[in-house]
């Protein structure tokens, strides 16, 4: 190459080639300090939109866990107001036996009838004031769960109906029992042997119910099993993508390094190298 005083050809190429590897090492620190891949959209335009993407369903799919688990816990609280209430029941059958007999008289009867007013009472107040984050539990309103990984084409519902709990109305499917008008006085036990009956039927209704709480409890909780299954592998493909290659980012590290380091010094050669010029001129 012929010497010339009008540019220093050398010092450009190595200025050029330092700028390149100033950028190859910004880029390197950049994904070690950050332990992503992509850091802009202009490391993988495309993998950062499907990264991206993947994110949202991510995210998308852990709120409906969490909306699966929501309505796991108010069924759960409805199963256990019911628990109550079979106990009651079971208190109130304890009573009707008694108020049949003959051997009861009619004082007795209204003791006992007395109890049985407080049970049929608290009935009603379990199915009216049972509550999970604020909302009636006991009501005749389907619960929509909703459940989505953000992509309309797959969102979907869970319909949850627990139905209302009175005195008045323990229904399960066609076979209604209402114990309101229900008494245990009198002179004989022929009320109380109605109310025995109604009883029973109450007990059959309640364990009905909880029976189809347990089986929507159930399908709630393998939603939640499939849900975070989704989530594992979603998450291990967008980290597939996204995640940088640390062994791979250290390796480029010490490399991009030395050619800076080596860059810096062929770019003073080259400038020192132009000063032989003057020695033509002596």
């Known amino acids: 190459m012929a010497l010339s005083i009008l540019n ?3 010092s450009l190429v190595a200025q050029n080639q330092l700028s390149i590897t100033n950028q190859n090492l910004q880029k390197t620190l950049f994904r ?8 802009t959209g202009a490391d993988d335009a495309a993998g950062l ?3 991206d ?3 949202a369903n991510e995210t998308a799919l852990t709120q409906s866990s969490q909306n699966a688990s929501n309505g796991v816990g108010a069924l759960q609280v409805a199963d256990g107001a019911l628990a109550q209430v079979t106990t009651l029941l079971n208190r109130a059958v304890t009573l009707a036996t008694e108020a ?3 051997t009861v008289s ?5 003791a006992l009838n007395a109890e049985f007013t407080q049970i049929k009472a608290e009935i009603d107040r379990i199915g009216s004031s049972t509550t999970f984050n604020g909302t009636s539990v006991f009501t005749a309103t389907t619960t929509s769960i909703f459940l989505s990984d953000s992509s309309t084409a797959s969102n979907n519902t869970i319909g949850v109906t627990v139905g209302t709990i009175t005195s008045a109305a323990i229904t399960n499917g066609s076979s209604t029992a209402n114990l309101s008008a229900d008494t245990l006085a009198g002179t004989d036990g022929t009320a109380a042997q109605t109310a025995l009956g109604h009883i029973n039927t109450a007990i059959a209704n309640v364990a009905g119910i909880r029976g189809s709480i347990g089986a929507g409890i159930n399908r709630l909780q393998s939603a939640v099993n499939v849900i975070n299954n989704q989530i594992q592998n979603l998450a291990s493909a967008e980290d597939g993508i996204r995640a940088a290659d640390i062994p791979s980012e250290v390796a480029n590290l010490s490399r991009f390094t030395i050619l800076n380091q080596s860059g810096i010094s062929a770019l003073a050669q080259a400038n020192s190298a132009q000063q032989s010029v003057l020695n033509l001129l002596r």
């Open 8 to 10: 220093n050809i050398p």
């Open 32 to 39: 070690l300090s950050s332990g992503s891949r992509i850091n």
């Open 49 to 51: 939109a499907i990264a």
């Open 53 to 55: 993407g993947l994110r």
């Open 100 to 102: 049949s007999t003959g």
């Open 106 to 110: 009619s004082s007795q009867r209204d």
